[in-house]
């Protein structure tokens, strides 16, 4: 977080459009990027080694709170969260964050640019 210059460590869920200027305004945009070369790294040599039995075990509600509220990964501390990916297998997580769900990003970076004749 230092390295990136980044003011919290919350997934960003809920950030109204001042926030993500100002998130915008002070990120560390190499930082960032060397951040996300390390990340996936570390997924590709993680990813070697799980089994489907590593897979297919549902989060626990204890586990989820630990990530979720006290490690920082939502800035709300709404119990929903934990109801929300208590129905999620650790297969689940992998495949959603580590595969999917960039792409949703992706398109809503192409809605948010239309207006302006950007392309993503």
């Not at 926030?19 to 570390?42: K, P, Q, T």
Request: charged share 15%.
């Amino acid at each position: 977080m230092q390295h990136m210059n980044l003011p919290w460590r919350h997934n960003g869920n809920g950030m109204n459009f001042a926030e993500v200027d100002r998130l915008n305004g002070c990120i560390d945009l190499a930082a960032l990027h060397a951040y996300s070369v390390a990340v996936h790294i570390r997924t590709l040599e993680i990813v070697k080694t799980l089994t489907l039995d590593n897979l297919a075990p549902f989060l626990q509600a204890d586990q989820l709170r630990l990530i979720l509220f006290e490690e920082g990964w939502t800035r709300t501390t709404d119990p929903g969260q934990v109801d929300y990916y208590l129905n999620w297998t650790k297969g689940k997580c992998l495949l959603n964050f580590g595969l999917t769900h960039f792409y949703q990003h992706v398109g809503e970076m192409g809605v948010i640019c239309q207006p302006v004749g950007r392309g993503v």
